[in-house]
T-cell receptor, first 113, second 114 residues
């Protein structure tokens, strides 16, 4: 069964800390991996990773994919209270349909002042 | 403004009642999706539609039904057959096609069964 596993499930840090969120996947027809940030409502898109070993950056956030070891990490440096959210990882599955997403359970990040 | 709207924001229903959640998009997207999110869980796919008048079951379709009569609209009905309907429901849309295109999410509807 295809699955996406995120760790840790929750994390509490202080402002200024650096955090690393993990996402591993087992998806038969894997194409790409996505990271989303979910605050109170809808997830907002952060990154899409398709190629292994190429880091994507957006401000204090960065992410990389390892297709050999089947995982991805999301790094957040110099964390701020506004980074508090649930971070969702999703794998794109092309088995039987086009571009369905398989989501992990998320990592709940709490950044304390 | 272009986007996806869902209504209502909060919905309460009694056991045994069917209820329909609305999802509308004006992004001219071909594909639309319904997800369910439970506490401590990721999003799980209920139904999706790649084109008007066509839709497919996702991973947890039992107890739900959908229709796609118009490109802009993809309503989800939670039937009395759904054993545990209390959850947060998210609708999404994308341009569809043969390769993955980013899914844009609506604000969600929180359904509570009393």
């Amino acid at each position: 069964e295809d699955k996406v596993v995120q760790s840790p499930l929750s994390l509490v840090v202080h402002e200024g800390d650096t955090v690393t969120l993990n996402c591993s996947y087992e998806v038969t027809n894997f194409r790409s991996l996505l990271w989303y940030k979910q605050e109170k409502k809808a997830p907002t898109f952060l990154f899409m990773l398709t190629s292994s070993g190429i880091e994507k950056k957006s401000g204090r956030l960065s992410s990389i994919l390892d297709k050999k070891e089947l995982f991805s990490i999301l790094n957040i440096t110099a964390t701020q209270t506004g980074d508090s959210a649930v971070y969702l990882c999703a794998a794109i599955d092309y088995g039987g349909s086009q571009g369905n997403l398989i989501f992990g359970k998320g990592t709940k990040l709490s950044v304390k002042p | 403004d272009g986007g996806i709207t869902q209504s209502p924001k909060y919905l309460f229903r009694k056991e045994g009642q069917n209820v329909t959640l609305s999802c509308e998009q004006n992004l001219n997207h071909d594909a639309m999706y319904w997800y369910r999110q439970d506490p401590g869980q990721g999003l799980r796919l209920i139904y999706y539609s790649q084109i008007v008048n066509d839709f497919q079951k996702g991973d947890i379709a039992e107890g739900y039904s959908v229709s796609r009569e118009k490109k802009e609209s993809f309503p989800l009905t939670v039937t009395s057959a759904q054993k545990n309907p209390t959850a947060f429901y998210l609708c999404a849309s994308s341009t569809g096609g043969s390769s993955y295109n980013e899914q844009f999410f609506g604000p969600g509807t929180r359904l509570t069964v009393l």
